[in-house]
């Protein structure tokens, strides 16, 4: 799960380097088209059968909609603001939580406190204002907040390599669908836009999700929910050092107090009820 978590964390500086030659159709379904590519072979050797068909259109559906979102906000916004923004899927899940009849701790309203201070600090700036995709960022967290409730429902029951192809493959066809209607990529922006393809698509897709649905058949929900929410430091330690991305003392105060809220969040003896973080998932 930490190896999840820093891959997920260094991902978000492909994605930000691949939006500067792809539109957030083109390199999301890409990526996700390469990664359903390399889980093939494994599905195609054991077959598929209707229950991880419908599972794997339904959450599909979700996950195409969360990283689209994603990907969209990172073209406006720093990889550090995306990955803590995205983060803050761990605050969310327990609210819609409410809808399943779950009651909400008291140190999860504690946590909602912490982490709006938190994302003012990280996004807002001093003269008040903000980078345009940081809230189209927040949406994907809501949107990945939705994916772990799905994948909570059917994750038991599936091989977790064919969920996770099935997830892929929809992501993939939808965002290529929508690429091919709107706005078709040239070859020349998608050779340009190779490296990060390859490291988003391999790692942060194919490898790391896999690694995590592997993970957390057995590991328990919240010692899942803290270790992957590292994703975010790493993303902004990585975004400083490989994107010269600036990180200032406000910036600092911001994410760290939406990280302490991130693991407030999941602490409590009830955090078993809910998917408690994108462990539960198939990927950041």
Known sequence: MLLAALIWGSGFI??????????????????FALGAALLGPWVI?????????????VTGGVMATAALFQQWGLQTTTAGNGAFITSLYVI????????????????VWVAVALALVGMWYLCIDSDFTYNRGDPIV???????????????????????????????????VVALALSATFNPPSVEQ??????????????AVCVAFSLQMIAQRTAPPTHA?????????FGMVCGAIFLKEAITGRKIFGAALMFVAMVLAQMGPSSKSLPAAKGDEPAQ
């Open 225 to 233: 929910a803290i270790i992957l929410s590292l994703e975010s430091v």
């Open 190 to 203: 998608v050779v340009a836009a190779k490296w990060a393809l390859i490291f988003s698509g391999v790692l």
């Open 45 to 57: 050797a054991r077959g598929l059968d209707r229950a991880h068909l419908v599972a794997g259109l």
């Open 92 to 107: 969310i899940v327990p609210f819609l939580g409410l809808a399943l009849g779950q009651h909400i701790r008291p140190n």
């Open 138 to 172: 927040f949406v994907c967290a809501v949107g990945w907040a939705f994916h772990l409730v799905v994948v909570g429902r059917y994750s038991p029951t599936l091989d977790p390599l064919r969920y996770a192809f099935l997830q892929f493959a929809v992501t993939g």
């Open 14 to 31: 492909a994605q930000r380097l691949g939006a500067e030659h792809l539109d957030a159709f083109a390199f999301t379904g890409l990526r």
